[in-house]
């Protein structure tokens, strides 16, 4: 099982910005296909934004324009850089491993690291 630590919530003022960081603990793992995901209370999860092992990113219509998503080998880490928030994107915010490449093999995972509370104030 692939360990995920995800990070970066807090508590910010509507209109400010936050960056969520995912890591991932297994080094041998390279070219990680990362998706955001979050929950608000009361609320389904929901897709937030994702990245592919070839840079490929994705958005959901309500953080579109205002979040991106970007990736440090080195460090075997996904951000998330959430800009103009509101009070709506108040949730917490679960990062999930879909692959990567170990050994030069694409693998398949399914991980999800534990969550980090965003809260988005007046």
């Known amino acids: 099982q692939v360990h995920l630590v995800d990070s970066g919530g807090g508590l910010v003022q509507a209109g400010g910005s936050l960056r969520l960081s995912c890591a991932v603990s297994e080094r041998s793992i390279s070219r990680v296909a990362v998706g955001w995901f979050r929950q608000a209370r009361g609320e389904e999860r929901e897709f937030v934004a994702s990245i592919t092992s070839d840079d490929e990113t994705e958005f959901a219509d309500p953080v579109k324009g205002r979040a991106t998503i970007s990736r440090d080998n080195a460090k075997n880490t996904v951000y998330l850089q959430m800009n103009s928030l509101k009070i709506e994107d108040t949730a917490v915010y679960y990062c999930?491993?879909?692959?990567?490449?170990?050994?030069?093999?694409?693998?398949?995972?399914?991980?999800w690291g534990q969550g980090t509370q965003v809260t988005v104030s007046s």
């Open positions: 999930k491993l879909w692959g990567g490449f170990d050994g030069g093999i694409w693998n398949r995972y399914d991980s």
